[in-house]
């Protein structure tokens, strides 16, 4: 498993951006899948924006077009920005990562988005969003 750390969220208004980050504790970019999850109170887990070892994006239909998903090998880092926030925005946000190099892209667009896929997690930044 991968160590993750995540950090950058907090609180802003409606319409505003924020950048998330995710820290891996050594290489993994080459050999792993990730993604960004976020989860609201008594609510279940919800899949936000993946990326490949290839560098293919996936969106949730709620965020497509305001969220960007990106990663920087050099710095074993994974962003998540974000860009026209809404207060439904809300919530925990974490950072997944599994090793999907046995794997081929047809499997990874079926999983890409959904929790039980992935075995290494971070413990999350909190956003919230103000109207």
């Known amino acids: 498993q991968v160590q993750l750390v995540e950090s950058g969220g907090g609180s802003v208004q409606a319409g505003g951006s924020l950048t998330l980050s995710c820290v891996a504790a050594r290489s993994t970019f080459g050999t792993h899948c990730t993604a960004w999850f976020r989860q609201e109170p008594d609510k279940a887990r919800e899949g936000v924006a993946a990326i490949d070892r290839d560098g293919s994006t996936k969106y949730s239909g709620s965020v497509q077009g305001r969220f960007t998903v990106s990663r920087d090998s050099s710095k074993n880092t994974l962003y998540l920005q974000m860009n026209g926030l809404k207060p439904e925005d809300t919530a925990m946000y974490s950072c997944?990562?599994?090793?999907?190099?046995?794997?081929?892209?047809?499997?990874?667009?079926?999983?890409?988005?959904?929790?039980?896929?992935?075995?290494?997690w971070g413990l999350g930044t909190q956003v919230t969003v103000s109207s």
């Open positions: 997944a990562a599994w090793d999907c190099s046995w794997t081929n892209t047809e499997h990874w667009e079926r999983v890409a988005l959904r929790p039980a896929a992935y075995l290494s």
